[in-house]
């Protein structure tokens, strides 16, 4: 199965790919994997700001309201 998204212009695409494979990403792409739920609603959910620039483990976890135990438990 394969996803994609439009993007502007190239830095912007750049940018979202190096979000899309931040190690939060992954967690939350392999957790909706195994959970029965297609990837396609995990990106219909994704804020558009995700190619606007890169994010850090903090940034992550304030665009996704989580506490930081549980950032903590999707980054170990």
């Known amino acids: 199965m394969v996803y994609f998204v439009r993007t502007p212009d190239f830095q912007q695409g750049q940018t979202l790919s ?3 494979n931040h190690r939060f990403m992954q967690y939350i ?5 195994w959970s029965g ?4 609603l995990v990106f219909s ?10 994010f850090d ?3 992550f976890a304030s665009a996704f309201g989580l506490t930081p135990e549980e950032m ?5």
């Open 57 to 59: 483990d903090g940034e």
């Open 45 to 54: 959910m994704l804020p558009l700001a995700l190619a606007d620039r890169l």
């Open 18 to 20: 190096q979000n899309l």
């Open 72 to 76: 903590s438990y999707a980054l170990r």
């Open 29 to 33: 792409f392999d957790s909706a994997k």
């Open 37 to 40: 739920f297609g990837n396609e």
